[in-house]
């Protein structure tokens, strides 16, 4: 129990560090050029940072329209319904879902799955791009996956099997644990590891720092049936420059890191 | 894809039938002996539920989706075999959440393709006997239970299943959701399922679900599933 409260109190001010984020996340957020929002009573859909067909061929431009436009909007669109007679939606969403237990109960279902989808895809549009790049070995993050997994490849081995074994609907996940150490994991549906160990067990609530969607929406317009050929795509679009930003912002929150 | 060349594709599948794995028997005397499973025919064409649903899925369905069900689940069966023969326990149950995957959805994809029907082989057409009586006495109407059936699919949070089912015990109807490929099993006996995962409907209706849970009615097989009333 008092573990689960660390995990939790930890992520809690991770995701509230977001509001007032480190100096590496905001020259990001400094670059990005979308406008604020600024109706803090709702959710709104977040713009993507890149065009609808930029990640072909990948991800193709249908799905990520429709993924876009259609999933993630009704996300949205369902969470603010439960939550109108509530000022939840005040909130972040990563400090809503890091929040579930302060949710009333008869409203703890809707959020967590409707909030979680919105958490979940807010965080899939910034962790792809266009403009992929290796990521550096010797880098914080390089280093990090060598110490947790003996190499980057068995990493994507590892990420590759999970992303996989999902069966039914979800998502594969790398992220930081309590004790900053990097691990591959996998949550059904909409549930995220933001969510804390108290929803999603110790062994799968951390910070993420890659994420892949695998609900069928996500690829089967493309891929059909073969997800394998999905998720070797998506190592073409992964955005590791804001994935070391998210590692680095973990890292920065763990008093005694291991490494 | 026009239905023409669907139709053709009746040769195909005889030669896949033909193609089919037989089921083999053991010669060890202690080992169990199990069949393999394999891709059951459609008793109609492709295109033949269109326009409730298109024949591209239902080819993808049949042929990509149940046949892989089919193949990991004669794995499964391989490797629980295995295990219980070695006398690992341990290793048998860790296979339960495959077993109950492709098991499940195989069988959940037989059940499902059986109680679809084109419109000329009766499908849509309500039921009339005692499958009727028993929906009438537990929902009130035909319409009502169709609209419990849709709230239960729209329900769904990821990917599952809706089965109006039989409670083996009374014989009362219910409706209920299962999650992922779980099987009607236990205390209930499977009537009617319809498959709410996306890649039952994706490439028609995208996301728009609503749609599909509302004309897929029009090529349900009511027969089948009065025949699965005990």
């Known amino acids: 129990m008092q573990f689960a409260n660390l995990t939790l109190g930890w992520i809690l001010s991770l995701a509230q560090s977001r509001l007032g984020v480190g100096p590496l996340v905001q020259s990001k957020l400094d670059a990005n050029t979308s406008p604020p929002p600024t109706d803090t009573t709702a959710y709104t859909l977040p713009p993507l940072d890149y065009s609808y067909a930029a990640l072909e061929p990948h991800f193709d431009e249908e799905t990520m329209r429709i993924h876009h436009t259609k999933h993630h909007q009704t996300y949205i669109t369902n969470l603010n319904a439960a939550l109108q007679d509530t000022s939840f939606a005040s909130l972040h969403i990563d400090d809503l879902v890091a929040r579930l237990s302060e949710v009333p109960a008869e ?14 895809h807010s965080f899939f549009w910034k962790n792809l791009t266009p403009n992929a790049t290796a990521l550096a070995e010797g880098s914080p993050l390089h280093k990090g996956i060598e110490h947790a997994f003996g190499s980057f490849e068995v990493f994507q081995q590892t990420f590759e099997k999970a992303a996989t074994s999902v069966f039914g609907s979800g998502w594969a996940w790398l992220v930081v644990q309590e004790d900053g150490e990097l691990k591959v994991v996998t949550t059904l549906n909409q549930f995220s590891p933001l969510m804390g160990a108290g929803v999603v067990g110790n062994g ?56 | 894809m026009s239905t023409s060349m669907l139709r053709n594709n009746i040769a195909l599948r005889a030669a896949l039938r033909t193609a089919a794995p037989q089921a083999t028997k053991a ?27 298109s024949g591209r899925i239902m080819e993808l369905h049949h042929t990509k989706h149940h046949q892989t069900y089919v193949t990991n689940y004669n794995t499964v069966q391989s490797q629980i075999t295995d295990a219980l023969s070695a006398g690992d326990t341990a290793a048998a149950i860790a296979l339960q959440p495959a077993l109950t995957f492709h098991g499940g959805g195989n069988l959940n994809h037989t059940l499902f393709f059986e109680n679809l029907a084109p419109k000329n082989q009766g499908g849509g057409q309500p039921p009339s006997g005692p499958l009727a009586k028993s929906i009438e006495t537990h929902y009130g109407s035909f319409e009502k239970m169709k609209t419990q059936f849709v709230a239960a699919l729209a329900g769904i949070q990821g990917s599952g299943w809706a089965w109006l089912v039989q409670d083996n015990e009374t014989g009362a109807l219910g409706i209920r959701q ?41 090529v349900i097989n009511w027969k089948v599933a009065e025949a699965r009333m005990k």
């Open chain 2, 178 to 218: 299962y999650a992922n490929q779980d099987p009607v099993v236990g205390k209930f006996s499977p009537l009617l399922g319809i498959d709410a995962w996306e890649h039952a409907y994706y490439l028609q209706y995208e996301n728009r679900k609503a749609e599909y849970f509302k004309e897929i009615w029009g």
């Open chain 1, 204 to 259: 799968v609530a951390g910070f993420p720092v890659i994420g892949l969607d695998v609900w069928e929406h996500a690829y089967y317009l493309k891929y059909r049936n073969v997800r394998p050929e999905y998720i070797k795509a998506y190592w073409h679009v992964v955005n590791w420059d804001f994935a070391s930003d998210r590692y680095m912002e973990a890292r920065s929150s763990i008093a005694h890191p291991e490494l």
């Open chain 1, 107 to 120: 409203l703890k279902g809707k959020v967590r799955n409707q909030g979680g989808g919105h958490a979940n």
């Open chain 2, 27 to 53: 010669f060890s005397t202690t080992a169990p002996t199990r069949a393999l499973a394999t891709l059951p025919d459609l008793p109609y064409d492709y295109g033949a539920l269109e326009p409730a649903i």
